[in-house]
């Protein structure tokens, strides 16, 4: 998946922004869904991206292993700079 840029960037504090000025979230409806990318060719896959707690800054991606046929989970902080927590 591809994530989406902020419009611009607040020149005083840093802040990525929307087109309209409000603070840029890519995780927002307005960028859903985001755009895709064929990586490689191979065995499909599943997964899903949903909020398993709405009072961390993470997002959860539960996907389907096809090799080890297993079920993974990993959890990713939102912001800037998004990084895999586990």
């Given at each position: 998946l591809e994530c989406p840029q902020p419009a611009s960037i607040d020149p005083t504090t840093g802040t990525p922004?929307?087109?309209?000025?409000?603070?840029?979230?890519?995780?927002s409806s307005r960028h859903l869904p985001w755009k895709t990318r064929v990586l490689a060719t191979g065995p499909d896959v599943m997964?899903?991206?949903?909020?398993?707690?709405?009072t961390d800054d993470t997002i959860?991606?539960?996907?389907?292993?096809f090799f080890?046929?297993?079920?993974?989970?990993?959890?990713?902080?939102?912001?800037?700079?998004?990084k895999v927590c586990f």
């Open positions: 922004l929307e087109t309209d000025g409000t603070q840029f979230d890519p995780f997964f899903c991206v949903a909020d398993l707690d709405i959860e991606v539960i996907s389907s292993q080890s046929k297993s079920v993974a989970l990993h959890s990713i902080r939102r912001g800037p700079e998004p």
